[in-house]
């Protein structure tokens, strides 16, 4: 049976032509996997287009049967009469692990059991709809469905435009409002999260869960966010003091029930929460889905259906199973969708399609999501397909009733019975959000430093001088220094071309060596990919266009490097003011800030330590500070303070000194203690504050003149081997000893010049930042007690 589309889209697909279809699927794929962070799919622009009677059929078989399953789960983890029917196959479930002895008379709070289910169909030829299969365990698909939306809306407007769809928004308001009313309690609004397991080996779950969290209002949470105490679940909040009312009334589960609670349900790879069962089982938390809800997916309680539909409900199953397997009677054929030719033909073809559809509880029962993700079901590959559910021409909204819903009852636009939620902050959010912000900054300043380093090295390459070539010495030594990838440059000689490059080149792409800008961008990457419900959509386009200008640069196009490093700077000022102009000033925001003050902070220690810890030749110095203007975008700051040429005392007075300088140390310190000041205390944390103290005392006396000063007198500063001092340039103690390097290339020594108390001075204030850094960590973001690998006190 051929599914024809209403005329509207056919005509617009038809004026889209050929190569506006591919152009439509070809960025559609592109976009959506951007987005996701996951392989690119194929998309088909040709839509799975419902009308309101085909709807309203399908959705009324939906909502009974998750009404049946619903009913179902009440029974078989209550007083379990259904196993004592001839209908019911009872071998088989008492069989299956799925059931779980321990959920057996956990209340629910609701009208229903079960809060949402996945169901995948498909449309015989006889015009009737089959289930193929249910998931109640570990519902999905939300976020799949209002992502495949928004990348082909964009992809191919003018077919948008063209007929008049169900919006799938307006859908998700009613479900929050629903779940809001649900988990109130005692005057206040319930707090709700999302437990998902936020594994990074699945994109694409990942991404379908934390829209999901999204489109609810709730956090996201995993399990070492969450711990139980005198039967009631709480946050795990970032600091030590953390306040023990900050209780979790519902949790909308992402993971299998079988890995929730190690001390009722057994080990979990997950670590699991222990006492989650026994919380549930007080009421004092309620688990959406129940624990258990993964024995409605067994094979043999989905044949016997029809029976259980009859004698529990006393009505006929109107989706009924598909038989296995298909194609056993003539009505078994599956109906062909209007599609794209997977061959590349111009014309349109037909080919048969599963859909995957989302009901989840309301106030007055269950709902269907008017859409969804349909999969092309044959031989070819298999693409997405967006399903569309039309809206009659007849249909109308009530009178002074809101696109979204209906109006407040008092006709003020304010929903007085909604009760203000305060947003969660949990320690995993807030150390996702801590190292949101180093990672940004670090891709930031490393790319930055390689892009100067290149275009100094450029111009000092085609010099003979010998100031020439110990500039270009020190800013390459200083890469290396300053990102830690010993040894780096430290073991090549800086004159040879090919050496430096394959270096550069190293640091731009081998995502698996850690303190390269490749390696640096994946973790921001990730990051951001956790946080993807606090972070404004805006950043996931700038993410896709860094991800491709890795991609070029690691390419064999001879593109030029600077060119590439040019887009990354630029990807992360975007980012930048994405996230500034998006994330609302609470403690996620000083938690970012932490970060990237820190790390901004540390990284310039280290640039001034490799670079201008050492005296050389005032030709050779003039270089090498003009590199860190460069690089500190301080150039223009410096002209208009000093006007004279760039020289190293004064650069060092600005960079260290002036607070109105967005990169200078000053700046830096000044914001994070008054980041500091507003960060969540219950009692003063003097480990907080003093390596701050300490550090703002040590740098505020620094003087550049004192600090530059040779440590010991100095015989002739030369800018060749033979000339420079036997001492060598200490790497950070972290650092692996540099190699010894070939005789032709100029040592550590050579490359350092006369040692100045710079070096210790910066040493000690890093090592007050990341003092710093681990204090932050420890109270903000660390477990309080130590819990082993069975998710139960190790004391």
Not at 258 to 285: I, K, M, N, S, W
Not at 393 to 408: I, K, N, Q, V
Not at 709 to 718: D, H, I, N
């Amino acid at each position: 049976m051929r599914i024809a589309a209403p005329g509207a889209p056919v005509d617009e697909l038809a004026a889209l032509g050929p190569r506006g279809r591919r152009l439509a699927a070809t960025s559609a794929a592109s976009m959506f996997a951007a987005d996701v962070s996951a392989p690119t799919p194929v998309i088909d622009p040709v839509p799975v287009v419902l009308d309101a009677e085909d709807w309203d059929t399908l959705s009324a078989g939906l909502i009974q049967r998750v009404r049946l399953l619903d009913a179902l789960y009440a029974d078989l983890y209550g007083p379990r009469t259904v196993l004592g029917t001839d209908v019911a196959p009872a071998a088989e479930l008492l069989q299956d692990p799925a059931y779980l002895r321990s959920a057996i008379g956990i209340p629910s709070r609701g009208a229903t059991h079960l809060f949402a289910v996945t169901s995948t169909v498909a449309r015989q030829a006889d015009g009737s709809w089959v289930v193929l299969e249910d998931s109640v365990d570990v519902p999905d698909g939300a976020g799949f469905a209002l992502e495949l939306r928004r990348v082909l809306s964009r992809c191919a407007p003018s077919l948008y435009r063209s007929t008049e769809l169900r919006r799938l928004h307006p859908f998700f308001d009613t479900v929050r409002t629903a779940l809001h009313r649900r988990t109130r309690t005692d005057g206040r609004a319930g707090r709700t999260v999302v437990l998902t397991a936020g594994d990074p080996d699945d994109p694409l779950r990942a991404f379908d869960q934390s829209w999901l969290a999204n489109l609810l209002g709730s956090p996201v949470v995993s399990v070492g966010d969450l711990q139980t105490g005198s039967g009631s679940l709480t946050l795990r909040l970032p600091g030590v003091d953390s306040d023990p009312g900050d209780t979790v009334d519902a949790l909308v589960r992402l993971l299998p029930s079988a890995q929730l609670d190690p001390l009722d349900l057994g080990p979990t790879p997950y670590g699991g929460v222990t006492g989650l069962v026994e919380a549930a089982r007080c009421g004092d938390v309620e688990m959406l889905n129940p624990f258990g809800a993964g024995l409605l997916e067994n094979p043999a309680l989905r044949a016997a259906l029809p029976d259980l539909c009859r004698q529990i409900l006393h009505e006929d199953l109107q989706l009924r199973p598909a038989a296995r397997p298909t194609g056993e009677s003539p009505g078994a054929e599956p109906s062909r969708w209007l599609s794209s030719d997977p061959a590349g033909g111009d014309e349109l073809v037909e080919r048969p399609a599963r859909l995957r559809l989302l009901v989840i509880a309301s106030e007055d029962g269950y709902e269907v999501l008017p859409g969804g993700v349909a999969h092309t079901d044959d031989e070819a590959p298999e693409a997405l397909k967006d399903i569309w559910v039309t809206v009659p021409e007849s249909f109308a909204l009530p009178e002074g009733a809101a696109d979204s819903g209906s109006a407040p009852a008092n006709g003020s636009g304010v929903d007085l019975g909604v009760l203000t939620a305060y947003p969660a902050m949990t320690r995993s959010i807030g150390s996702d959000l801590f190292w949101f912000g180093r990672y940004l900054e670090r891709v930031d300043s490393t790319a930055r430093l390689l892009r100067t380093v290149l275009d100094t090295s450029n111009d000092l390459g085609s010099e003979r001088s010998a100031s020439a070539g110990t500039a270009q010495a020190v800013l390459l030594g200083a890469v290396t220094d300053v990102t830690t990838t010993y040894p780096g440059f430290l073991d090549l000689d800086p004159q040879d071309p090919e050496s430096v490059r394959s270096e550069i080149s190293s640091l731009l792409t081998d995502s698996g060596r850690p303190g390269s800008l490749a390696q640096s961008y994946a973790s921001l990457a990730h990051t951001t990919r956790t946080l993807r419900d606090l972070i404004s959509d805006d950043v996931w386009p700038v993410i896709a266009r860094m991800r491709g200008s890795f991609h070029l640069l690691a390419g064999s196009d001879n593109r030029p490097l600077e060119q590439g490093l040019t887009e990354i700077v630029d990807g992360c000022l975007t980012l930048s003011g994405a996230v500034a102009d998006s994330m609302p000033r609470n403690l996620g925001w000083d938690l970012t800030e932490v970060g990237r003050k820190l790390e901004r902070t540390m990284g310039l220690l280290s640039l001034l330590r490799a670079t201008l810890g050492h005296r050389r030749t005032r030709a050779a110095e003039a270089r090498i500070a003009g590199a860190v203007a460069l690089i500190t975008e301080s150039g223009a700051s410096y002209r208009r303070t000093f006007h004279a040429a760039v020289q190293p005392e004064l650069l060092l007075e600005l960079l260290l000194h002036d607070t109105t300088l967005p990169r200078s140390i000053a700046f830096q310190l000044d914001r994070l203690n008054s980041t500091l000041d507003r960060l969540p205390e219950v009692t003063p944390s003097p480990e907080l504050r003093a390596p701050l103290t300490a550090l703002r005392s040590r740098i505020g006396s620094w003087q550049p003149q004192e600090l530059l000063r040779p440590a010991s007198t100095p015989g002739t500063v030369s800018d060749s081997p033979s000339g420079s001092p036997s001492g060598s340039v200490p790497g950070p103690p972290s650092a692996p000893t540099p190699t010894p390097a070939p005789p032709s290339a100029p040592t550590p020594a050579a490359r350092g010049g006369a040692p100045t108390s710079m070096l210790e001075e910066a040493d000690a204030a890093i090592g007050s930042l990341r003092e710093l850094a681990t204090a932050l960590e420890n109270r903000f973001f660390r477990p309080s007690e130590s819990t082993s690998r069975w998710g139960i006190d190790d004391v």
